[in-house]
């Protein structure tokens, strides 16, 4: 069974960084599709970034565009979010996924029924 554990959550001004990691155990990481979806108080559950086994990426680019940026680190079962100019409306839990099938596709799918495994998320708080 495939496990994935977030970190790098926190609290942080308007404007400032935050890198989020999630280190996977349990399975073959390098062959899934990685993504970090977010679920903000009283909203749906959003795809954020994601990136395949070869390290084809696609961005939710409405709400993170130029600012976010997605990498792995296969050596490290790891995956990255780095999270720039951070905006209160990036206030949410974000949450790391593991896509089995991602290996056949060029791109990372951006539906959450796309993805087999889930991590518990971890908080982001932007104060303005």
């Known amino acids: 069974q495939v496990q994935l554990v977030e970190s790098g959550g926190g609290l942080v001004q308007a404007g400032g960084s935050l890198r989020l990691s999630c280190t996977a155990s349990?399975?073959?990481?390098?062959?899934?599709?990685m993504g970090w979806f977010r679920q903000a108080p009283g909203k749906e559950r959003e795809f954020v970034a994601g990136i395949t086994r070869s390290s084809g990426i696609r961005y939710n680019a409405d709400s993170v565009k130029g600012r976010f940026t997605i990498s792995r680190d296969n050596a490290k079962n790891t995956v990255y979010l780095q999270m720039n100019s951070l905006r209160p409306e990036d206030t949410a839990v974000y949450y790391c996924?593991?896509?089995?099938?991602?290996?056949?596709?060029?791109?990372?799918?951006?539906?959450?029924?796309?993805?087999?495994?889930w991590g518990r998320g971890t908080q982001v708080t932007v104060s303005s």
């Open positions: 349990g399975g073959t990481f390098s062959s899934y599709a």
């Open positions: 996924a593991a896509d089995r099938s991602g290996w056949a596709t060029p791109l990372p799918r951006s539906l959450e029924s796309a993805y087999d495994y």
